[in-house]
């Protein structure tokens, strides 16, 4: 039973997750601080980042149940061993397994939020909440908006600790910051902005090729369901074609931030520059491989692995920020 949860839950890329909320934190704010603000001091406690990080953690999880309930047809014909729900746990207690993660990662959202200063803060928690009910059962089979749609959740993960943090910090500090850095958004909570919506982007261009690529990979499953997905409408090589360009797109985007925007340490110095050309830069060059030549369902899960190799790896360059800074 606790086998068929954690598989149902996806724990691996909870814990993914969890650790990009503790990880913004502790590699990258706290740092910054230290760094450019050392009078200041961050306004989460680890207890309450830690909460943070298991709201985000039990709505993802949500969002993982919900699909799963409503995509059991298709599951049956794409992957028919991986099928769970039905199977090994029944639809009425997958059921009640969503409402209390989802009810739990609000719930939490909303003290965090109080703790912060103001509850309203769980709107965001409910916005990604909402986002991922409506993909599951009204868009994940239609013609892209699905997929736009958990780029957009999981690329929100990234900001969930800036969001929290910033109202307090700026409550605290925001005279200070306006005196010493002209803007109630300088110092500290700048470096923590850029951070957190340069992942973003990164981590919502990466979910949308990401998502295609999956698309690509349950193609006869939803074809059978009667789903509008990119392959059924433009086919096959098209859209490969739109995967390949989406990952030329991001390899370029990311050569031309990292030598032409990062121009301070240590993004400018070699350990960095290396890492992100051998850890996130080069896999792209083995989604587009993988995708090319794959001509089965199964072939287009190692360029699926990779997005997901390819997201960890950037979400661990905060490390490198923190041992450098």
């Known amino acids: 039973m606790v086998k068929n949860l954690l598989q149902l839950l996806r724990w691996k890329n909870l814990l993914i997750a969890g650790c990009t909320v503790l990880l913004t934190k502790y590699a990258v704010f706290e740092p910054a601080i230290k760094n450019l603000f ?14 943070l990080a298991i709201s985000v953690m039990f709505i993802a999880a949500g969002g993982y149940v919900i699909n799963d309930i409503n995509d059991v047809k298709v599951d049956e014909i794409n992957k028919p061993d991986k099928v769970i729900i039905g199977k090994r746990i029944s639809k009425k207690i997958a059921e009640l397994i969503y409402i209390v993660l989802t009810g739990s990662g609000l719930l939490i959202a909303a003290y965090i939020g109080e703790s912060a200063g103001n509850y309203r803060l769980m709107l965001l928690h409910t916005l990604i909440a909402g986002i991922l009910w409506i993909y599951s059962k009204y868009v994940k089979n239609t013609f892209l908006l699905g997929n736009i749609l958990v780029a957009i959740a999981s690329s929100a993960v990234v900001l969930t600790y ?8 700026i409550k605290a500090y925001g005279d200070i910051l306006k005196i010493n850095f002209k803007t109630i958004f300088g110092g500290p909570l700048n470096t923590l902005w850029l951070y957190s919506i340069g992942l973003s982007l990164f981590g919502f261009l990466l979910s949308i090729i990401r998502e295609i690529v999956k ?27 739109i995967v390949v360009l989406l990952s030329i797109l991001l390899g370029l985007s990311l050569i031309y931030v990292l030598h032409f925007k990062l121009s301070s340490p240590p993004f400018d110095e070699l350990p960095f520059m290396l890492y992100i050309w051998l850890l996130v830069i080069a896999p792209i060059a083995d989604i587009i491989y993988g995708v090319v030549r794959a001509e089965k369902n199964e072939d287009y899960q190692r360029p699926s692995n990779t997005c997901k190799f390819i997201m960890v790896s950037g979400i661990l360059t905060t490390l490198i920020y923190a041992f450098n800074v």
């Open 215 to 241: 698309d690509l990979q349950d193609y006869q499953g939803d074809f059978t369901a009667g789903a509008s997905t990119v392959p059924i409408v433009l086919g096959e090589k098209a859209t490969k074609a």
């Open 38 to 51: 050392p009078l200041s001091a961050s306004t989460l406690s680890f207890f309450e980042t830690l909460l």
């Open 162 to 169: 800036f969001i929290f943090e910033s109202l307090g910090y």
